[in-house]
């Protein structure tokens, strides 16, 4: 689909102005001098009025939901009670983090609505810019409470998680001027919106080795996190002989060994132990207790969940050859999740029409696209970062891939709006 060249130069002008919004959202934080930005936090109320200016400016019409997330939205000026395209992703943070992660996502869907604007493009259906209060899991060790409202996953459970200080989400939400009472009425109707699309950068260095700026994502991944636990028997250091001990540590490393074969030998399957505790702590002293924590990911559920299964055997016979304690407890879990034929489909020919191939790529980390696909159907789009640094200050894109990203964007609006046309008359 041809286009106007006055569209390239106003796309590049968006995209120089989306940096320059990530650089300025970098300054709302709870810590000087790196950025971290947790769950209704002060820096997150600061960073809503400047996000609430800048979509008003774009003719947008605000609202923050009970969950703590912050909407704009434009109506479609052809189709009353016209359905939605929701774009966006997370505001929050995880510690000292980058630039990018989550902000950028909505700083594209806002310059999507000010691309619109400007060139006068009605579309048949409502575009809305959502920036989610939580995705990370920082503040209260489980993610994505923004998304999770959306679909009316919120429970009374989950409100009175506490956090380290012993604040709940319900009150957290309530210390935002939110009302956790009306938790449930941020659920968003399934009809009212025909998609939801999550722009992020890759978080990894697949596009940077390929040369490519952008790609699509076919699915997010499964995922399961455990709390593993080896307990022998402590003993000192110079006086309990090597066939006589219970050394918790040892078993452990042989486990954890076992893992990375196991990721290795697997394709598509990734397996970190993330961190290790051991007790009693000592130079002098044979471990008697090792804790783990285990995250392992596949897009097949099944390839997992079999990994799993062969991860807890092996623990249960260094059991019997180690003489020690194995226990595992699995901690977080979810499925993995495809994203949407045909939106993505639409998305592939938005990144043709930008003049880049058209890469597939899986995820390996949690988005808030894997939330809200349960409802809607959902599509991603990677933007390379960086020697695929995240979750870091280094974290870094260029102008011309940001550019690259929103004209892929601006191409897929066009084909959804087409269809929808069709559709309609």
């Known amino acids: 689909m041809n286009h106007p060249p006055q569209d390239d130069v106003l796309l590049a002008e968006l995209a120089q102005r989306t940096l320059d919004r990530c650089e300025a959202a970098a300054a709302f934080t709870e810590e000087p001098g790196r950025i971290t930005r947790t769950f209704c936090s002060s820096a997150m109320a600061d960073l809503h009025v400047a996000l609430r200016d800048w979509m008003e400016a774009a003719g947008l019409t605000c609202r923050v939901d009970a969950a703590g997330n912050l909407f704009g939205r434009l109506e479609s000026p052809l189709l009353d009670n016209a359905q939605t395209l929701l774009i966006g992703s997370h505001l929050d943070s995880v510690p000292n983090a980058g630039r990018y992660d989550g902000v950028l996502g909505v700083m594209l869907g806002l310059a999507l609505v000010e691309a619109v604007q400007r060139s006068d493009l009605r579309l048949p259906f409502a575009l809305e810019v959502v920036g989610f209060s939580e995705e990370e899991g920082v503040r209260y060790g ?68 390929e040369d490519q ?98 991860l807890i055997r092996l623990g249960k016979d260094l059991q019997q050859t180690r003489n020690i ?82 004209t892929a964007i601006w191409h897929f609006g066009r084909r959804l709006n087409s269809k929808i046309l069709s559709d309609y008359f």
Request: with cysteine; net charge negative; glycine share 8%.
């Open 325 to 406: 304690e194995f226990q595992f407890t699995t901690a977080h879990e979810h499925s993995a999740v495809a994203m949407d034929a045909a939106i993505t489909t639409m998305l592939k020919q938005g990144i043709a029409a930008a003049g880049h191939r058209t890469m597939e790529l899986p995820s390996g980390a949690g988005h808030d696209a894997a939330v809200m696909a349960r409802r809607w159907p959902s599509a991603m789009l990677f933007i390379r970062c960086r020697g695929g640094v995240s979750h870091h200050p280094d974290e870094a894109v260029t102008l011309a891939d940001v550019t690259a990203a929103l």
């Open 213 to 310: 700026p952008l790609s699509i994502v076919t699915a997010i991944a499964g995922q399961t996190r455990a709390a593993v636990r080896f307990v022998g028997a402590a003993g000192h250091a110079g006086t309990v002989p090597m066939e006589l001990r219970k050394d918790a540590l040892c078993a452990a490393a042989e486990w954890i060994i076992e893992v990375e074969k196991a990721a290795q030998q697997t394709l598509g399957l990734v397996a970190t132990v993330g961190t290790i505790e051991v007790s009693p702590g000592a130079g002098n002293v044979i471990p008697g207790e090792a804790r783990l924590r285990l995250d392992i990911r596949h897009t097949d559920d099944k390839i997992r969940q079999a990994a799993v299964e062969h």
């Open 142 to 209: 489980v993610p994505f409470i923004g998304s999770r409202a959306l679909v009316g996953d919120c429970d009374e459970a989950l409100l009175q998680r506490k956090d380290a200080n012993g604040v709940s989400v319900a009150e957290a939400l309530g210390h935002f001027s939110c009302d956790a009472a009306q938790i449930q009425s941020c659920e968003l109707p399934a009809k009212k919106y025909v998609a939801y699309l999550e722009p992020h950068i890759e978080q990894g260095p697949v596009l940077e080795s």
